[in-house]
């Protein structure tokens, strides 16, 4: 058990804090806003609920979990001793700025200071701080103490000590962390996401599919497998001979459509018109809250059975 602070606790931050409570670490969280971190706190009960029904607390008492996560009101008092400090404040350069020239100034030289950003490069918001080398990116996908993944982004300055410790700790909070070697624009995972929008908006303005077409292609096809394997394990099972017996097999249906890729569509042209249409007729906007409330259950009950498959059949 060490001591983690979360600074900004909004969305990510109160996610990050059942995460780190649940693997047993004295969480302590500050925002500048009083009412988040209250607000977060009444979240945090009620979520550890659902997760205590799902078999998704490692066997602990809700109020065990809960007794871990405390509010405080001043920075230094989160910080105190902390070992790894997650940063979660607004998406904006000169906050991230202001916010980890706080931190590293306040913290002691035992922490490590790791950014929830989903798209700033750590470079540009480090690169004034004596304490850079043990300063990264560490971005979740909302809400982390569902979805593992977390994705380790070094500035060029980032010491691999820090690296490797933010590496291990993830792990042992249960999470899957991706480390990069260099920081990239989109990281790895909203390249890959981009990837697939472009191709999906690109069909539907081409008048080749239906949204809800494109949907069903990943909802009840790609994404099954997607759920438990990524997409070099799966070309690796395609292909009796494995990964480079696919590539021989295989490649040529990708390098001809590869050049029909290269031409952007605009997401906010016509083709929006389009995909917002379909997506009103099928949820209406005063429906997106009630349908949120939905994935978030659904996506619990996955974890659920990701978990135990991963017991019954191994990773
Ligand atoms: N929401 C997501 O799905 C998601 C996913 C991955 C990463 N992120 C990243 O996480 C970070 C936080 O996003 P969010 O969705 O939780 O936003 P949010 O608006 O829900 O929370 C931000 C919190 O920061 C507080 N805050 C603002 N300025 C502050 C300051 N100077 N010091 C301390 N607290 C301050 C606000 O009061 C608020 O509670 C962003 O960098 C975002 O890109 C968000």
């Not at 065990?64 to 405080?72: P, Q, S, T």
């Not at 035992?110 to 004596?130: E, M, N, R, W």
């Not at 394990?233 to 021989?248: M, Q, S």
């Not at 097999?249 to 029909?260: D, K, L, T, V």
Request: one cysteine or more; proline letters at 5%; hydrophobic letters at 45%.
């Amino acid at each position: 058990m060490v001591k983690v602070a979360i600074v900004g606790s909004g969305f990510i931050g109160r996610a990050w804090a059942i995460s780190f409570g649940r693997a047993g670490h004295d969480v302590r969280m500050w925002d500048q806003s009083p009412a988040a971190t209250t607000g977060a706190h009444d979240y945090i009960a009620g979520v550890l609920g659902d997760l205590a029904a799902n078999d998704l607390l490692r066997g602990q008492a809700i109020d065990a979990v809960l007794g871990r996560i405390a509010v405080v009101a001043e920075l230094g008092e989160a910080l105190a001793d902390a070992v790894h400090i997650q940063e979660n404040t607004p998406e904006r350069l000169d906050v991230k700025r202001e916010v980890f020239s706080l931190i590293d100034a306040m913290a002691g030289p035992q922490a490590v200071i790791a950014s929830s950003t989903s798209a700033l490069l750590p470079s540009k918001f480090i690169d004034h701080l004596q304490g850079r080398h043990r300063c990264l990116v560490v971005h979740p996908i909302n809400p982390p103490y569902l979805i593992p993944a977390a994705e380790v982004v070094p500035a060029p300055w980032t010491s691999p000590e820090t690296v490797e410790r933010t590496r291990a700790f993830l792990v042992a909070a249960g999470h899957a962390p991706l480390v990069m070697k260099h920081e990239l624009d989109g990281f790895i995972m909203n390249r890959l996401q981009g990837a697939l929008l472009e191709e999906a908006f690109r069909l539907v303005a081409d008048g080749y599919a239906s949204v809800e077409d494109v949907d069903i292609g990943i909802r009840d096809g790609l994404a099954l497998r997607w759920s438990f394997m990524g997409p070099f394990e799966t070309i690796d099972l395609n292909a009796p001979g494995g990964v480079r017996d696919y590539v021989e097999r295989y490649q040529a249906i990708y390098s001809n459509i590869f050049p029909q890729t290269l031409r952007r569509v605009d997401w906010a042209g016509e083709v929006i018109e389009t995909v917002e249409t379909d997506r009103r007729k099928r949820l209406p906007r005063e429906e997106l809250g009630e349908r949120q409330v939905w994935r978030d259950r659904r996506l619990m009950a996955l974890a659920a059975h990701k978990k135990k498959s991963d017991q019954e059949f191994g990773r």
